[in-house]
């Protein structure tokens, strides 16, 4: 016999308890977000060279950033992960103890 599941019990079975944030799930979504917005940001500037954005603001993120090569490449990646973990390091505990205070 097949049992389903509605939508309403599935989201409840993969949300942390009382509404807590898990650093791990928020740590990779974050990380996946800023790859992919990297990625965005690398792609328009290989394909729309003439677009008038400045990558200035790259350089507070990406010591030495001087224009995009394999090693920028790979900074850039290694920059998205670690601000990644570190926002949702910072965010999740921070989260988690006004959600708490504020349910007191």
């Given at each position: 016999?097949?049992?389903?599941?509605?939508?309403?019990e599935?989201?409840?079975s993969?949300r942390?308890?009382?509404?807590?944030?898990a650093?791990?799930i928020?740590?990779m979504?974050?990380?996946?977000?800023?790859?992919?917005?990297?990625?965005?940001?690398?792609?328009?500037?290989i394909?729309l060279?003439?677009v008038p954005?400045?990558?200035?603001?790259?350089?507070?993120?990406l010591?030495?950033f001087?224009?995009l090569?394999?090693r920028?490449?790979?900074?850039g990646?290694?920059?998205?992960?670690?601000?990644?973990?570190?926002?949702?390091a910072?965010?999740?505990?921070?989260?988690?103890?006004?959600?708490?205070?504020?349910?007191?």
């Amino acid at each position: 016999m097949a049992t389903s599941v509605t939508q309403s019990e599935a989201d409840v079975s993969v949300r942390p308890r009382g509404g807590r944030l898990a650093i791990g799930i928020v740590g990779m979504t974050l990380c996946a977000f800023f790859i992919t917005t990297f990625a965005v940001c690398v792609a328009g500037y290989i394909l729309l060279p003439s677009v008038p954005i400045t990558h200035a603001a790259l350089s507070l993120f990406l010591p030495n950033f001087s224009g995009l090569d394999w090693r920028t490449i790979f900074a850039g990646l290694a920059a998205s992960v670690f601000w990644g973990w570190y926002v949702a390091a910072l965010f999740c505990p921070l989260y988690n103890f006004f959600s708490r205070q504020g349910r007191q």
